[in-house]
């Protein structure tokens, strides 16, 4: 309600190329020409997601954006990554009871003071009408950045650093699992790894931006 009176005021602008728009907040014509995430992520034998849909590959203006919302507090970026994702769930036929965010730690809570996959997954909320949940899933321990670390080092890292706080919330769950940038997929696997042992039936995780190790280092 308050956004559309204020949207009276102050026209939404494409949150990529600043044109004016009626609805959302990435331009059709932005969407169209994303460059999207081609080809498919192999779904290795132990993973525990059953889906891994990255939509956009990690560079260009992008990049820049997704570095701005991470770490510059440009928060408002979440609802353009969010509208990239719809797209790419309109396109996959994605559908779930729930989406979930990716959490980081209480630690890293405070410094940065919001959980970009969260604010992600409050707009996508609002586009799809599926309820999120930004309580169910968390960091339960600190870990070193998975960015600042070779691929080896990256399971051992994120292992027993994740739990569930509210196994009724997602027992027999479909559930859509939202995270910011992929590159090996261990932080999404241990995340699906708690959340089947605890009961959930589907997770289908879905990436705003795919990088390989060499250009994810920060
Ligand atoms: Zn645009």
């Not at 525990?48 to 203006?61: F, H, P």
């Not at 940065?112 to 996959?117: L, V």
């Not at 399971?155 to 994740?162: G, S």
């Given at each position: 309600m308050l956004e559309e009176i204020v949207?009276?005021?102050?026209?939404?602008k494409c949150i990529f190329c600043n044109e004016k728009i009626n609805e959302r907040y990435t331009?059709?014509?932005?969407?169209?020409?994303?460059?999207?995430?081609?080809?498919?992520?192999?779904t290795p034998d132990d993973a525990y997601y059953d889906k891994l849909i990255c939509a956009i590959k990690y560079n260009g203006n992008l990049r820049t954006r997704m570095l701005k919302f991470k770490f510059d507090s440009v928060k408002y970026f979440a609802r353009g990554f969010a509208d990239i994702l719809f797209e790419k769930m309109v396109k996959y036929d994605v559908n779930a009871d729930l989406i979930i965010p990716v959490p980081i730690s209480k630690k890293r809570y405070r410094e940065r003071g919001y959980n970009q996959s969260e604010l992600i997954v409050k707009y996508l909320s609002k586009l799809t009408k599926i309820d999120y949940?930004?309580?169910?899933?968390?960091?339960?321990?600190?870990?070193?950045?998975?960015?600042?670390?070779?691929?080896?080092?990256?399971?051992?890292?994120?292992?027993?650093?994740?739990?569930?706080?509210n196994t009724e919330a997602i027992i027999g769950k479909n559930i859509i699992l939202v995270d910011?940038?992929?590159?090996?997929?261990?932080?999404?696997?241990?995340?699906?790894?708690v959340l089947k042992n605890s009961g959930a039936n589907r997770v289908i995780v879905l990436s705003v931006m795919y990088t390989n190790l060499r250009r994810a280092k920060l």
């Amino acid at each position: 309600m308050l956004e559309e009176i204020v949207g009276l005021f102050f026209p939404r602008k494409c949150i990529f190329c600043n044109e004016k728009i009626n609805e959302r907040y990435t331009c059709r014509k932005c969407l169209n020409i994303i460059e999207y995430y081609k080809e498919r992520l192999e779904t290795p034998d132990d993973a525990y997601y059953d889906k891994l849909i990255c939509a956009i590959k990690y560079n260009g203006n992008l990049r820049t954006r997704m570095l701005k919302f991470k770490f510059d507090s440009v928060k408002y970026f979440a609802r353009g990554f969010a509208d990239i994702l719809f797209e790419k769930m309109v396109k996959y036929d994605v559908n779930a009871d729930l989406i979930i965010p990716v959490p980081i730690s209480k630690k890293r809570y405070r410094e940065r003071g919001y959980n970009q996959s969260e604010l992600i997954v409050k707009y996508l909320s609002k586009l799809t009408k599926i309820d999120y949940n930004r309580n169910v899933l968390i960091k339960s321990k600190n870990n070193l950045k998975q960015s600042r670390l070779p691929e080896e080092q990256r399971k051992e890292n994120v292992k027993d650093v994740y739990s569930i706080k509210n196994t009724e919330a997602i027992i027999g769950k479909n559930i859509i699992l939202v995270d910011d940038i992929c590159t090996t997929g261990s932080t999404v696997n241990e995340c699906s790894k708690v959340l089947k042992n605890s009961g959930a039936n589907r997770v289908i995780v879905l990436s705003v931006m795919y990088t390989n190790l060499r250009r994810a280092k920060l």
